[in-house]
């Protein structure tokens, strides 16, 4: 025989999703235990059942804005459906951004809490501060690859008819395909860019540096000298390196803001103020703002009105800013909200004067997808701005010089910006190809520049890479990146590049940098810009942190699969007929992501919550050519969550019940087996409460899901655990109130009677449970049939009948209770019973036989003046049911295979029981014939059977 001393009791936590218990195993030692071996025993072990690695407040909320995101996507899906019957695909990409808006939310609160934490610099929170690093490190990854995935595989905007403005022609005709396969020169030069800037550039690093704010705030910045600076270039004094690194981004605006700290641009404005006249270096710094405050850049200049970098401020802010202004104009240009502080603002410049001839100020929208649409939000940014300051706001004062296209036009953005470069051209005499230390171009003479390149040399040649030459010193830098060598290409060379040659020049690039090796990271940007989609989950997955166990990564590396699903970009046929289902596997390794890790820090019921919202859209059956096809894994998934998850509240229950409403609905059987799970749990925990009106309504809320809310062909009659208990609370309720009214109302001998408050609490008790039932209108109908529900009804109105001394209604109620019927219904298969226990006859017939004794006892002899509150029919009933009761009694031949042998006063209680019921048969008789006269006598037809009909029904054997 196997040792059993070494066995240990295994149970998943009701508290959790992902804990397994385990119990200690028991000590052998024969001696008494001390208390801390006691307490030891009774500690247990918990092993997760996938590798959680927790979920901070920050992530948590943008996991659960990317479940919302999605949700309102399929809704909107389903609406459009209804409608039009076919989805525009360029709403995958509204829902693509609504994901990384809320990534990057996430990510400017862990970066500020991380700052937090090392301004305080407690040596406590090291450890919290790795792991932080660590979390930060994979979101900004995993930003980054969904951001390039989103400008090169999925589709524009401009062919949505959702966005105001409606579409031109040529937008009607734009296909639904990335802007990769079908977009015209220059189309994506604007999003690229901004996609380096943002993940690549140094630039906005730099100006936060403190490095940069000492450096500014020196006399002579132009001068200033660090003996360890953090400012890469070829220049010797970091301030020039600095207005460089702007440059090479395109942020013109950021690099003229550091120009203004320049002594001989201090001294030229001082003298500007003062009304002398401008010196030739003066009109240098003029001519040298408007050139790049200007600038018709793809990707905008770096100022505030642009669109940014992340490319999601006109997505997120375009409700706001228009309600902003609809308030504006109903209170004459002013918003209620402003205040006195914002009245000392200083007020922005007109961002329409225009600086330069033929170049409007507006110019770099012409590389945005929706160039009009662009602008209404920069005018709507720039009266806000005007309120800000207490200035009103009136539309109509607002002229923009050059009315945008509706939709991206490469001509006009390449003449505007071919305008702009001549005009630099123009200004500025840079040296020719065949002079010393020449760079191949030859510009005008005498320009209004050249007063400043004579005395600030370096300035000539940050310049020259406006007009797309790089000098020689700036080109061979050993600090200059692959990712600015592009951004200068893209921004003042190639602007209008062909989508697909961008990953050209970008590998091109890569391999002149260095020993022309490229890092996996760059390999990776490559794939992804040449349109490969496998390689944007692969990299998700394996190093964007999808595989790690942590909930957000390996949430945002599911999300991002199903959209290159939707979008088509990973064909949906070679998902399907391969071995691994990678939409499948990622979304169950999402679920047990987000599962193990609330898990962990005891948060199981968001945990929860979160998994089945996430797997829900992808659990329901679909129809393949009139077909139903399963997903079965994911079902068994979100079932397998349910079932291991104990509800705290009725409200958890409720919640996790509504949202499996539609997958049940839709046929998914071992969903609504959890569901019913569920239901359970929570009829438990108030029944051990006492609380019974709840109990009941959990119990039928399991049963009509399984009954109800299934299709039909799906559906099980009651379910199986809620109806077990439902009808063992409805059958024992009704024997407690009848062996009370029994033992109360009607004792015997050697009875004794209980307590009236007693009796009360009994009867209250099944009232409660009976009414639950009738006030649940889904599931009142469908049990009308129920024997226990009905046995529980009969049952209360004989105590209620006794209690109003209404023997007729108790006698024809008991009769209920005791008469076989054929019960319908699949659930029942035609068996012959009654709605009555077996163990409730003799209580049953004890109530009857005191009817019929009180009776009795008020009969004056006369047959003419009996009453019976029986009819012949119903003493049939209840002599038969005596005939069972004295076999199992042992009083009468039993069948039994051990006979019994009744004690002598249960031998007299029978006896005179059997004797009672006789005489009550002989009054039922009498009353029948007094009743039948009656009738002859013209006072109705009778409903009842003949007496002949009842006698023979009576002598008749039992079934």
């Known amino acids: 025989m196997a040792d059993t001393s070494k066995v240990r009791a295994v149970a998943w936590d009701p508290s959790g999703t992902a804990a397994l218990s385990l119990c200690p195993v028991p000590s052998t030692n024969e001696a008494r235990p001390s208390i801390s071996a006691a307490a030891d025993e009774f500690l247990l072990d918990v092993f997760l059942s996938h590798d959680g690695t927790g979920c901070n407040a920050e992530e948590t909320e943008c996991l659960l804005r990317q479940l919302d995101a999605r949700d309102d996507w399929i809704e909107e899906q389903a609406q459009s459906r209804l409608k039009k019957g076919k989805q525009s695909k360029s709403m995958i990409t509204k829902l693509s951004m609504d994901y990384r808006a809320a990534v990057c939310e996430c990510l400017m609160q862990l970066q500020a809490k991380q700052q937090k934490q090392q301004d305080m610099s407690d ?86 540096s403190p490095e940069v704010e000492e450096l500014l705030s020196s006399d002579q910045p132009e001068y200033y000298k660090s003996s360890n600076s953090a400012i890469p270039g070829p220049f010797e004094y970091p301030y020039w390196n600095l207005i460089l690194q702007l440059v090479k981004s395109g942020q013109l605006d950021n690099a003229w803001t550091v120009l203004t700290h320049h002594s001989a641009c201090r001294h030229a404005e001082e003298a500007a103020m003062i009304g002398r006249p401008l010196t030739p270096e003066g009109e240098g710094f003029a001519v040298l703002r408007a050139i790049l405050l200007s600038a018709p850049l793809p990707g905008g200049r770096g100022d505030d009105y642009c669109v940014d970098d992340a490319g999601l401020d006109d997505f997120l802010e375009e409700d706001i800013l228009e309600r902003e202004e609809k308030e504006a104009r109903l209170n ?35 590389w945005e997808d929706r160039p009009r649409h662009a602008d209404r939000l920069r005018k709507l940014r720039y009266l806000r701005d005007l309120r800000k300051c207490g200035q009103p706001s009136d539309e109509s004062e607002y002229s923009s010089p050059t009315v945008l296209p509706e939709v991206y036009q490469p001509n006009s953005a390449m003449s505007i910006f ?173 679920a047990e992501a987000i599962l193990s890790s609330f898990s962990v820090q005891e948060q199981s019921n968001v945990g929860v919550r979160a998994a089945v919202r996430l797997l829900l859209p992808h659990a329901p059956p679909k129809r393949v050519e009139g077909e139903v096809v399963y997903e079965p894994r994911i079902s068994a998934t979100i079932a397998e969550a349910i079932s291991h998850r104990l509800p705290d509240t009725d409200a958890e229950a409720r919640d996790l019940l509504h949202l499996c409403e539609e997958a049940i609905r839709l046929g998914s059987v071992r969903i609504a087996d959890a569901c019913e799970s569920i239901s359970f749990s929570r009829a438990s925990f ?35 655990a809620c109806r077990r208990h439902f009808d063992a609370l409805c059958e024992n309720s009704a024997n407690d109130l009848i062996s009370m009214l029994a033992s109360t109302t009607y004792a015997t001998n050697g009875e004794s009677k209980l307590e009236e408050e007693a009796f009360v609490s009994v009867l209250q008790a099944a009232r409660n449970v009976l009414e639950a039932v009738v006030q649940d209108e889904d599931m009142a109908s469908l049990l009308k049939g129920h024997m226990e529900a009905n046995l529980l009804k009969y049952v209360v109105d004989i105590a209620l009948a006794d209690a109003l001394g209404d023997t007729t209604k108790m006698a024809s109620d008991i009769v209920r209770c005791l008469e076989e019927r054929c019960l319908p219904g699949e659930e029942y298969g035609g068996v012959v019973s009654t709605l009555a226990n077996p163990k409730m006859y003799s209580k049953l017939l004890h109530i009857s036989v005191a009817i019929l004794h009180k009776e009795e006892s008020l009969f004056n002899g006369t047959m003419e003046s009996t009453k019976c509150a029986f009819s012949v029919h119903g003493m049939h009933i209840l002599m038969a049911r005596l005939t069972q009761v004295l076999s ?57 059977q003949s007496l002949d009909d009842e006698v023979e029904l009576m002598l008749s054997p039992c079934i």
């Open 888 to 944: 199992w009694e042992g009083i009468t031949t039993s069948s039994s295979a051990v006979p019994k042998t009744p004690t002598k006063e249960r031998n007299e209680y029978f006896h005179a029981m059997r004797l009672t019921l006789c005489k009550g048969l002989m009054r039922a008789f009498a009353s029948a014939q007094t009743n039948s006269s009656s009738e002859k006598d013209g006072k109705g037809g009778g409903v009842e």
């Open 418 to 590: 071919h305008t702009w470069q001549d005009v630099i051209k123009r200004e500025a005499s840079f040296p020719s190809s065949g002079s010393s230390g020449g760079f191949g171009l030859g510009g005008g003479q005498g320009g209004a520049l050249d007063a400043l390149f004579r005395r600030f040399p370096p300035l000539q040649q940050i310049l020259s890479v406006l007009v797309g030459k790089v000098p020689p010193n700036i080109a061979n830098d050993p600090s200059l990146t692959w990712s600015e060598t592009l951004l200068m290409e893209l921004l003042y060379s190639r602007p209008d590049i062909s989508p697909d040659d961008i990953s050209a020049r970008a590998n091109a690039i890569m391999s002149l940098k260095g020993d022309g090796r490229k890092h996996a990271l760059d390999e990776i940007i490559l794939s992804i810009m040449s349109g490969s989609a496998g390689q944007v989950v692969e990299t998700m997955f394996s190093l964007c942190g999808g595989s790690s166990g942590a909930a957000l990564p390996a949430t945002v590396t599911s999300l991002l699969c199903n959209l290159l699903i939707d979008a088509e970009c990973i064909s949906s046929e070679e998902a399907s007929s391969s071995s691994v289902n990678i939409q499948t596997e990622l979304l169950i390794l999402a």
């Open 123 to 208: 040596d406590d929170d090291n450890n919290d501060n790795s792991s932080n690093s660590d979390n930060l490190e994979l979101l900004t990854l995993s930003f980054a690859i969904s951001h390039l995935a989103e400008i090169f595989l999925l589709p524009s905007l401009s062919a949505s008819s959702n966005f105001r403005g409606g579409l031109s022609a040529a937008a009607a005709k734009t296909t639904n395909n990335s802007r990769l396969d079908d977009g015209p020169s220059g189309s994506l030069t604007a999003d690229t860019i901004r996609y380096l800037r943002l993940h690549h550039s140094r630039s906005h690093a730099l100006l936060d």
């Open 686 to 720: 108030h029944r051990s409460k006492g609380h019974l009106h709840r109990e009941v309504y959990w119990l039928l809320r399991g049963m009509e899901i399984l009954s109800n809310e299934l299709p039909t062909q799906f559906q099980r009659k009651f379910g199986f």
């Open 332 to 366: 004459n240009g002013f918003n209620n909200s402003n205040d006195d502080e914002e009245e000392e603002n200083v007020p922005p410049e007109n961002i329409n004067e225009q600086y330069v001839d033929g170049v409007p100020r507006n110019g770099y929208l012409l």
